[in-house]
């Protein structure tokens, strides 16, 4: 059974910012991923901060699973008339897939995410919008009033910093504004909704980072889950070798297979020079074994290579923009 | 009409005489032209350099795309492919080191008859430090691939643009466009070509070239193979495997047959070892043909283009 939270203390302060107004209408798509006994109240918050960002506001909230009291409230917001569309999924789905979907169906001309506990500060969302005249993507960026330690947060973006040279510094508050036609070109899956600013550069989409007051949520940032480092090491793969695949795997495997040849060729030479005895000890099978891990890992290397090649027209690649036609 | 592709990136000095000097050599041929600039999200006034100049020039018309992110010469040329109006492409470096007063020669051999027409900088005025990596790299190349061009790296390169834009491009795969394209058995040729220093601005290229451009020429070997027999691509790698496992199960049953006891834990295990790699090569082969299968119609495509008319010479 979900767990239902408890109602977060209001944000200090949720009006809009001033002085900024999107073309066209702005879908809000708000992810409800857990049990929200508040959920009415929280929209309500929502809507009086994003009111003025925009000539027209639409809602989509995309339930993950079954959550029948926010299912409930959502009900209830629909039949009291607010522009509020509501979309359920299983959660098997997985968040990403979920996501995209949402995209897909939000219809406004920028689409603005976020999850139904944003940890930001709702009144600074205009910021997003000032951002997007020079992006595709713009990032929220939180800005705490204490710094946390580095214990706490800060852990992801480092390791995406490390592996991937990514220049963005919170990856964590899944606040993300998104032009029409980044929200088109967008396909994630598996838990890469978390990596969505390094997938959309990955893409070529220009996305810009924003800094704006927020939070820690509770409990949140304090280790690095399995799960999570794993869809790193999926995302570090697809980011950095999607094109390529063998020079990943071709590394790999000739690196341990360089060694394993070494080895068999110390242990040849101690046999024929030195006159050590071969037939009565591991070290050979040892040995023998890293060579054809090597040659198994370059043969996965090579396959991944065909299925580039073969599908190398449909590859997602930028279309480059039409500056003189 | 006549195609030329430029992949840009960052040469804001060298696009204004570029533009000046194509449209010298490509006035006289007296075919309708256009030059197509791809500013592969170049960081200096590239840009704005290009869309200073003058749409049209004659009958030389000048077409800009650009990427917003630096997405590499592969990518860039592969867009400018893909975007080209014309029957015949050519392709060029952007910072003056080829010469546009060769492209009406590759032209005339383009028109003998040849699919794709390779320029080879004889006289490369490069650092010693560039030309000869390149060389052996070009050797191994033809080595490798069966197809011995002597200068994979020279960019300037003429096609049949029903030829190229049939061939995949991508990664970094534009130093290997004429061993990829065996795939459609092309009618290749080669002419010798001026090759200039870089006057403006700095070279993209570093020495880990030379390991990437390794893995790369593995990989096309075995594209090459498998395209063109895919079942048995990997048969070479379990033949093998499956040898020495025969040799290492000879020595396991001399010593287990052996008068005085040897050990034969070794024997045996080196024996399950090359057999295991042998079963798994032939697994992969047979996953290959599952893959080829299931693109078929896609890469048949190379066995259609390589079928020519009876008399079509070359």
């Known amino acids: 059974m979900a767990a239902v939270l408890a109602d977060r203390p209001s944000p200090p302060r949720s009006e809009p910012a001033p002085g900024v107004r999107l073309a066209g209408r702005l879908c809000v798509v708000v992810r409800v991923d857990r049990e929200f006994t508040d959920l009415a109240e929280r929209h309500r918050r929502l809507a009086a901060a994003v009111a003025g960002l925009a000539e027209e506001v639409r809602f989509l909230y995309l339930l993950e699973g079954a959550l029948p009291t926010s299912r409930e409230r959502l009900a209830e917001l629909v039949a009291s008339g607010a522009p509020v569309e509501v979309l359920r999924f299983p959660s098997a789905l997985g968040s990403a897939a979920v996501l995209t979907a949402g995209l897909r169906k939000a219809d406004g001309a920028h689409v603005l995410v976020l999850p139904a506990d944003a940890p930001v500060e709702l009144g600074e969302l205009g910021r997003l919008a000032e951002a997007i005249g020079n992006a595709d993507v713009v990032v929220a960026r939180r800005m705490f009033a204490e710094p946390p330690s580095r214990l706490r947060a800060g852990k992801l973006e480092s390791l995406t910093r490390l592996l991937l040279g990514s220049p963005f510094a919170d990856l964590r508050a899944e606040v993300w504004l998104l032009r029409r036609q980044a929200a088109d070109q967008l396909v994630l899956y598996g838990n890469q909704h978390r990596f969505l600013p390094l997938i959309a550069q990955m893409q070529g989409l220009l996305v810009a980072e924003v800094p704006v007051r927020g939070w820690l949520p509770q409990g949140a940032g304090r280790r690095l889950d399995l799960p999570l480092v794993l869809d790193l090491l999926a995302v570090f793969f697809l980011v950095r070798f999607l094109h390529k695949p063998f020079r990943f795997f071709g590394g790999i495997g000739l690196g341990v297979a360089a060694l394993g040849g070494l080895a068999t060729l110390w242990l040849v030479f101690e046999r024929l020079v030195l006159g050590i005895a071969l037939a009565d000890r591991p070290a050979l099978i040892l040995s023998t074994l890293l060579v054809v891990l090597g040659l198994q890992i370059i043969a996965v290397g090579l396959i991944g290579e065909l299925i580039t090649f073969a599908h190398a027209r449909h590859l997602r690649e930028e279309e480059p923009e039409r500056v003189i036609d | ?314």
């Open chain 2, 1 to 314: 009409m006549l195609s030329v592709i430029v992949p840009l990136y960052n040469e804001e000095d060298n696009v204004a005489p570029l533009y000046e000097a194509l449209c010298a050599a490509l006035a006289p041929l007296a075919v309708p032209c256009e030059i197509l600039f791809v500013d592969d999200g170049s960081r200096d006034a590239t840009l704005a350099r290009v869309l200073a100049l003058p749409r049209r020039r004659g009958a030389v018309r000048l077409r800009l795309l650009r990427f917003r992110r630096n997405r590499g010469q592969t990518a860039a040329m592969a867009a400018g492919i893909a975007h080209a109006r014309g029957r015949v492409l050519v392709t060029m470096d952007g910072d003056l080191q080829n010469d546009p007063r060769d492209i009406p020669r590759l032209l005339a051999k383009l028109e003998e008859g040849f699919d794709l027409v390779v320029g080879w900088r004889r006289q490369r005025k490069d650092h010693w430090s560039r030309v000869w990596p390149s060389k052996v790299a070009n050797w191994l190349i033809g080595k490798v691939t069966g197809v011995p061009i002597r200068d994979n790296g020279c960019s300037l390169k003429a096609y049949r643009a029903e030829f190229i834009k049939s061939i995949p491009l991508y990664a970094e795969m534009h130093r290997f466009i004429p061993a990829i394209s065996s795939l459609a058995a092309p009618r290749i040729a080669e002419i010798a070509v001026r090759h200039h220093p870089r006057r403006f601005g700095r070279s993209k290229y570093g020495f880990s070239r030379i390991y990437k451009v390794l893995l790369d020429l593995l990989a096309i070997r075995a594209i090459l193979s498998f395209a063109r027999r895919p079942f048995s691509w990997l048969l070479g790698l379990a033949g093998a495997a499956g040898l020495f496992a025969l040799v290492a199960l000879a020595l396991y049953l001399a010593a287990l047959l052996a008068p005085e006891r040897a050990p034969t834990v070794v024997w045996s295990g080196l024996a399950v070892l090359w057999g295991a790699l042998a079963l798994f090569a032939l697994v992969l082969a047979f996953l290959s043909e599952l893959l080829y299968a299931g693109r078929a119609r896609e890469l048949a495509r190379f066995n259609r283009l390589a079928a020519r008319p009876l008399g079509s010479g070359h």
